[in-house]
């Protein structure tokens, strides 16, 4: 159990959109306990906030998006999963488009930005969803579960035809060295076809070999080759770690991931929210009305947690 995490000082990343190939920039900035994650829509001085949570969430099988008060955000995934991966609980982003910046694919950009402003520590307490049941979600052989684990732990597995993947099964024990270490610098990944497909409709502007990891029908067509030999899975988890982070707090139990993707990892989620009999929130704190609205939603659902007199 730990205390709550912002960043020390604002830091800047840019790139462009996978979408939208077009420039695209965010600015990560400290903020007070409680808050979460939150988008501020910067265009125009506009200024609306949307919260980083599984209620605005839009999954598509692309990208996992947010949406509400009129404001959307694509591609979140990759720095959710940086900041979820260096517990990073508190944080303003300020954006200008509609979408994160690709970056290189993986998270490693983000996780460099982090580090080089580094955190402080917060007067409050960090509460964790601990389960207590098992949730499982699934969908023909796609599945997602989550079961009671002392620490929390995630084992995906993958299955492929192809010579490179065929089937990758990853074990993360969740730490932010681990995070750092193995699974942050792993990138996307997509079959030439797919890619070829999307591009002629328009879509994934913005893709190329320097932010893709693309199949060919017996190899990879990037030059440079693989990070891990493993990296699509890695990948795989990384994605996992951003799309529970709408959860909006850390969770100590064990997800078990088979051919998933971002509408399952979502939806595994939601079905926490719907079955609160299965987990409890420790280490908690009074919350006052102007929380974390999800966070506020988690305490709300389990009677046993004290809600400040507002
Ligand atoms: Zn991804």
Same mark, same amino acid.
């Given at each position: 159990?730990?205390?709550?995490?912002?960043?020390?000082?604002?830091?800047?990343?840019?790139?462009?959109?996978?979408? =939208?190939?077009?420039?695209?920039?965010?600015?990560?900035?400290?903020?007070?306990?409680?808050?979460?994650?939150? @988008?501020?829509?910067?265009?125009?001085?506009?200024?609306?906030?949307?919260?980083?949570?599984?209620?605005?969430?839009?999954?598509?099988?692309?990208?996992?998006?947010?949406?509400?008060?009129? @404001?959307?955000?694509?591609?979140?995934?990759? $720095?959710?999963?940086? %900041?979820?991966?260096?517990?990073?609980?508190?944080?303003?982003?300020?954006?200008?488009?509609?979408?994160?910046? !690709?970056?290189?694919? =993986?998270?490693?950009? @983000?996780? +460099?930005?982090? +580090?080089?402003?580094?955190?402080?520590?917060?007067? +409050?307490?960090?509460?964790?969803?601990?389960?207590? #049941?098992?949730?499982?979600?699934?969908?023909?052989?796609?599945?997602?579960?989550?079961?009671?684990?002392?620490?929390?732990?995630?084992?995906?597995?993958?299955?492929?035809?192809?010579?490179?993947?065929?089937?990758?099964?990853? !074990?993360?024990?969740?730490?932010?060295?681990? *995070?750092?270490?193995?699974?942050?610098?792993?990138?996307?990944?997509? *079959?030439?076809?797919?890619?070829?497909?999307?591009?002629?409709?328009? %879509?994934?502007?913005?893709?190329?070999?320097?932010?893709?990891? $693309?199949?060919?029908?017996?190899?990879?067509?990037?030059?440079?080759?693989?990070? *891990?030999?493993?990296? @699509?899975?890695?990948?795989?988890?990384?994605? &996992?770690?951003?799309? *529970?982070?709408?959860?909006?707090?850390?969770?100590?139990?064990?997800?078990?991931?088979? +051919?998933?993707?971002?509408?399952?990892?979502?939806?595994?989620?939601?079905?926490?929210?719907?079955?609160?009999?299965?987990?409890?929130?420790?280490?908690?704190?009074?919350?006052?009305?102007?929380?974390?609205?999800?966070?506020?939603? %988690? #305490?709300?659902?389990?009677?046993?947690?004290? &809600?400040?007199?507002?």
């Amino acid at each position: 159990m730990r205390n709550q995490h912002t960043l020390a000082t604002a830091v800047t990343c840019s790139g462009v959109g996978l979408h =939208s190939g077009q420039p695209a920039t965010i600015t990560l900035r400290p903020a007070p306990p409680d808050t979460g994650v939150v @988008f501020i829509n910067r265009k125009d001085d506009a200024n609306v906030s949307l919260q980083a949570s599984i209620e605005h969430c839009v999954p598509t099988e692309l990208c996992t998006a947010i949406h509400g008060n009129g @404001f959307q955000v694509k591609t979140i995934e990759h $720095v959710l999963s940086a %900041l979820a991966g260096l517990e990073v609980d508190n944080v303003y982003i300020d954006i200008t488009g509609s979408e994160i910046p !690709v970056m290189d694919g =993986s998270a490693a950009p @983000f996780v +460099r930005s982090i +580090r080089s402003v580094g955190l402080i520590s917060q007067d +409050r307490k960090q509460p964790f969803l601990k389960i207590m #049941a098992p949730i499982e979600v699934s969908e023909g052989s796609k599945r997602v579960r989550i079961e009671p684990s002392a620490t929390p732990r995630i084992t995906y597995s993958i299955h492929y035809d192809h010579p490179l993947i065929n089937t990758q099964t990853y !074990v993360h024990d969740c730490s932010s060295k681990a *995070f750092e270490t193995q699974i942050a610098e792993a990138r996307t990944f997509g *079959f030439l076809h797919e890619v070829q497909a999307l591009w002629a409709r328009g %879509l994934g502007k913005g893709g190329t070999l320097d932010n893709t990891v $693309v199949l060919s029908k017996d190899g990879i067509v990037n030059q440079s080759g693989l990070r *891990f030999l493993n990296e @699509f899975v890695r990948h795989k988890v990384l994605d &996992l770690i951003g799309d *529970f982070s709408l959860l909006g707090t850390s969770f100590i139990g064990h997800i078990i991931a088979e +051919r998933s993707g971002h509408a399952l990892h979502t939806r595994l989620v939601q079905q926490i929210l719907e079955q609160p009999e299965k987990w409890v929130l420790l280490n908690t704190e009074p919350l006052a009305e102007e929380r974390q609205p999800s966070l506020l939603h %988690l #305490a709300r659902l389990q009677p046993s947690v004290a &809600l400040q007199a507002s």
